[in-house]
């Protein structure tokens, strides 16, 4: 492996160029050319971490006038507008790279993790007291930096994801030593630089650390969040203690059925994690059980 890796000055446009999961990319075309209405496209851009991240950057610059106060594709959009966010969009999934068999497996697996891990946060925000809009968009975001590395260390990074690790604490220590920084901090400096509001850069920087009950109800969610999404069948990482990849996982499964089979695996789970505990939660009556 490369153990020779850039220096942050040069990195750091390399890390922003995020690649775009292709089923979503393919359908947000459709959409496009089609000249469908707002909802089902917008839907879709806050499935996609790269294009979510693409929106949340613009509206959160000083020229709108709300740096760093912008937290969802939907307040984003309200923020930009639809012409703008439409040509936005299109230039992202127009310039998509052609296909790779190797990065596309992995870059679906991450997806899934991702979309899972958002499901979960939303889930689970009133327990944290955390909104639950905001809650999935951590939760969507949190592995930005693992998008960055992958883009900005394509042959090292899908090298890395070829081989199996005891931990994830081993996982990381591999892609320090493989391109000089681990995915939490390429998405810690990531969230950073681009003036995303503090909690996604604490969700992307502190999500695999021990000490979340002392970082705050935004690590610790979408740490617990990232954790049960690896333990339900769409893990992040090839690691011991994940459990075995679901089907969908993999990039030819379609769209609607990824979607479908990610939601409805992720309430089961948490369902199956909470329900010994339920009668025992004092604000359980406050939560609309689904």
């Known amino acids: 492996m490369n153990e020779n890796p850039l220096q942050p000055p040069d990195l750091a446009p390399k890390l922003c160029r995020l690649p775009v ?20 496209l917008l839907r879709l851009c806050a499935l996609e971490p790269a294009i979510a991240a693409e929106l949340l950057v ?20 309200r923020m930009l ?35 899972s891990s958002a499901f979960f946060a ?16 951590f939760g969507l975001m949190h592995d930005i930096g693992r998008l960055g590395l992958l883009s900005a260390f394509p042959d090292q990074y899908l090298e890395l994801m070829a081989h199996h690790y005891g931990s994830v604490g081993e996982f990381l220590a591999a892609e320090e030593r493989a ?30 650390d021990a000490c979340v009950d002392e970082n705050g109800p935004v690590s610790a969610l979408v740490n617990l969040a990232c954790r049960l999404a690896h333990t339900s069948g769409f893990p992040a990482e090839p690691c011991d203690h994940a459990s075995p990849p679901s089907s969908v ?25 909470i329900d010994p505990f339920w009668p025992a939660m004092e604000f359980a009556p406050l939560v609309k059980r689904r």
Do not use: C
């Open 58 to 77: 613009a509206a959160n610059s000083p020229e709108y006038g709300f740096a760093s106060r912008i937290y969802t594709v939907e307040e984003a959009v």
């Open 179 to 208: 391109v000089g920084m681990n995915h939490a901090k390429a998405g810690l400096s990531l969230t950073r630089s681009w003036g995303l509001p503090e909690d996604f850069a604490l969700a992307a920087g502190e999500h695999h």
């Open 249 to 273: 996982a993999g990039s030819e499964t379609p769209l609607d059925l990824v979607l479908n089979e990610v939601q409805t695996t992720s309430l089961a789970k948490l369902w199956e994690h």
């Open 21 to 40: 999961v292709r089923p979503v990319a393919a359908k947000i075309r459709q959409l496009l050319d089609s000249r469908t209405e707002y909802g089902p």
């Open 122 to 137: 939303s889930e689970m925000a009133l327990f944290f007291g955390v909104p639950e809009d905001r809650a999935y968009a």
């Open 81 to 115: 507008g639809w012409e703008h966010v439409q040509s936005r969009v299109r230039s992202i999934v127009n310039t998509a790279p052609p296909a790779d068999d190797r990065r596309d497996v992995v870059l679906h697996g991450s997806w899934v993790h991702s979309l």
